[in-house]
């Protein structure tokens, strides 16, 4: 383990607003940002699903020329934040004129409106240019605030991009996740609305809720986690467990809802200040970039899968975590706390109607040889390598492979 003294860093820039109908706060929120030209981003599923709509009659509301104006909607995004909409929506943005962004939607819609707002703050068009190498990692001092107003409503409760100084973005030329870290590219303020979470999906709100359960236990397995990261992981592994089947059974449960998004936020908080080793992390962003798993799902079925093979990784919080997920160990060893503690996680991705392995995707034998190198060269894998036989080896476990 690490000294507790070592250099460390926390940073919460988000003006937080929850409760249900939030939503209606926006703009008044965007004037007190400055804004003038609000420019909403989202996709095509939430605009079926009638959300985007929800949000964007709320400025119908402000009396012309007394408030924020809503001058345009982009909703053509895809899964996992491609650049391509990036460049189409800062191009977008730039065309009508718009001065500040709002962005309504999952992990993907939050991701690459965090994509826009860094573009247009540095005059790209195209984001590839900014990350190269897979990775650009910009700290303050040499960081500095974006003055672009910018609020994000998420709607599943999941990657609590609306607060992280990570930006992922696909790029879709070598088939990878790259990774924008920047403490001002999270949105000023987030609304956290349970409403607009209520028709998520039964199979959506599970594998978004086992996203931030992942988040929460790598973020307490970090060999760099500290007091902070942890208060905000283990609260987070609680509100998880306990509300995590609730909501899955009954979507209108706002009062679990809400707990969820509260979660959602806190572990990604915990994740993104204790950022070390995240083999699980490390895993679904290889195979969600190679198979297109939606990346919550890659999550939930790597989660047990690798704490199974990387014990050592989480045996000293082991205990801790168990309490956490209301698991009975006194008098237990590290090691039986966690066996127990793999145990209780599969019981809630069974409870919750998650599949444990990838069977869905047919991934083939030669397919799963590709994944290995893509496991080692993927951002995640610099601070905790995997040697190749580990990566095949947990591969192995989630592919069966039956598919010819």
Sequence with gaps: MKMKTTLSQFMLRTGIYSGSNSRAMVPSLFAGLGAKRVLLLSDRGLEAAGIVEKVADIFSLTGHGSGPELVGQFLDIKQDAE????????????EIGADSLLAVGGGSVLDTVKGVKYALHKGLTDIKEAIPGGLLYEQFPKANYMPIPHIAIPTTAGTGSEVS?????????????????????????????????????PVITAFTGFDALTHAIEALASPTATGLTDAYALHAIRLIEKNLPVAVADGSNLDARMDLLHASLMGITAFSFALNAIPVHNMAHAYGALFRIPHGLANAVFLPVVMEMVPDLYLPKATELAQALNVDVKGDTPQSALAKVIGKIKLLQYKVGLPSDFKQFN?????????????????????FPMPKELISAIGQKVVPLTVK
Excluded: H, W
């Design 83 to 94: 650049s391509r909409c990036i460049n189409e929506a800062v191009r977008y943005a730039r």
């Design 363 to 383: 991934i083939t034998e030669e397919a799963l040889q590709l994944a290995i190198p893509a496991v080692m060269k993927d951002p995640a894998a610099l601070s």
């Design 165 to 201: 100084p990570i930006a992922v973005i696909f790029n879709e030329e070598i088939q990878m996740k790259t990774n924008i870290i920047n403490p001002f590219i999270n949105a000023d303020m987030a609304i956290l609305d349970p409403d607009l979470t209520v028709g998520l999906p």
